[in-house]
C-alpha cells in the first residue's frame, strides 16, 4: 500500500496539468418513489496553485411544484432556498470540492499517503479487470468506533493506481443520533471508476452513489447522485476555459 499511496500522490500532482469538463446530475425522491427535483450541472475545470477552478457552464432541472412539475435552466435557480434545493446544491458543494486536484472532495479517497494513515488493508485476492491483472484490496478505519468509510479497492497490478474503489459506512450513525434527532444515512457510499490516459495519468472518470437521508425528523428523501469527468486535455501555461458543448 506505501506503493500504492507514493503513486496517488504523484497522480494527484499529474492531474494538476489538465483540463476537463465535470457533468453532475442529482435527483431527489420522495419515500413513495415521487421525483421531488433534480438538477443538472455542467463545468469546465481547470488547475489552479489551490486545487482547481469550476466555470458553471449550464444548469437545467425540474422541480415539483403542486399541480405540477416545472422545467428551468440557467441562473438563478428558482425555489432554491426550498428543502430539496438546498440539499442538492450542498451535495454539489460537498462532491465537487475546489480544494481537490480531481475536482472531487479529498475525503473520498482512503488511498493517497495522508489519508491511508487513518486506514488499516488487507489483501483479498486478485482478478483480472479490463484485460489488466488486479489486486483486491479491502480497507476499514484504524479506530472499530469510528464512523468512517470501509470497502474495497481494484488496484493495478502494474502501476499501482486504482481502476475503482467501493465504499460503505463503517458503521451505522450512533443509536442516539438516529433516536434523538431523527438522522440516519441508510445504505450511504460510493463507487468510482478510474481510467488511464497518456503519459500514465490516471483519472478518476466517473462517481456514483445512491442512499436514503433521514434528518430531524421531516427530511426524508432517496437521493440518487452520478459525475462524470471527461474531455481531458493538457492546461497550457495561461488556461483559457472554452465555451462547453451541448451535452447528447
Known amino acids: 500500500m506505501a506503493r500504492v499511496a507514493?503513486?496517488?500522490d504523484e497522480a494527484l500532482k499529474l492531474r494538476e496539468a489538465y483540463v476537463y469538463q465535470q457533468h453532475i446530475r442529482i435527483v431527489t425522491r420522495r419515500t413513495n418513489g415521487k421525483l421531488?427535483?433534480?438538477?443538472?450541472?455542467?463545468y469546465v475545470v481547470a488547475p489552479t496553485a489551490e486545487g482547481t477552478k469550476k466555470e458553471l457552464k449550464t444548469i437545467t432541472g425540474r422541480y415539483w411544484k403542486k399541480p405540477a412539475y416545472h422545467d428551468f435552466q440557467g441562473e438563478p435557480r428558482p425555489e432554491s432556498d426550498s428543502l430539496d434545493g438546498d440539499l442538492i446544491r450542498d451535495?454539489?458543494?460537498d462532491l465537487a470540492n475546489n480544494q481537490s486536484k480531481d475536482g472531487l472532495g479529498r475525503?473520498?479517497?482512503?488511498?493517497?499517503?495522508?489519508e491511508q494513515k487513518k486506514y488499516r488493508f488487507e489483501l483479498a485476492g486478485e482478478q483480472t479487470v479490463h484485460d489488466r491483472r488486479a489486486y483486491r484490496v479491502r480497507f476499514r478505519p484504524r479506530q472499530k468506533d469510528e464512523s468512517a468509510w470501509a470497502g474495497e479497492a481494484l488496484i493495478d497490478a502494474e502501476e499501482f493506481q486504482p481502476l475503482s474503489v467501493f465504499t460503505r459506512l463503517s458503521r451505522r450513525i450512533p443509536f442516539a443520533v438516529r433516536t434523538l434527532l431523527g438522522t440516519d444515512l441508510p445504505g450511504?457510499?460510493?463507487?468510482?471508476?478510474?481510467?488511464r490516459f497518456d503519459d500514465g495519468v490516471?483519472?478518476?472518470v466517473s462517481f456514483g452513489t445512491e442512499f436514503r437521508l433521514r434528518a430531524l425528523f421531516f427530511i426524508n428523501r432517496e437521493i440518487t447522485i452520478s459525475l462524470e469527468n471527461s474531455g481531458f486535455q493538457r492546461a497550457h501555461v495561461e488556461t483559457k476555459i472554452t465555451p462547453l458543448g451541448p451535452t447528447p
Open 6 to 8: 507514493a503513486h496517488q
Open 36 to 42: 421531488a427535483r433534480e438538477e443538472t450541472t455542467d
Open 91 to 93: 451535495l454539489r458543494d
Open 107 to 114: 475525503d473520498l479517497f482512503p488511498l493517497t499517503s495522508e
Open 188 to 195: 450511504v457510499g460510493f463507487n468510482v471508476e478510474y481510467r
Open 202 to 204: 490516471w483519472f478518476p
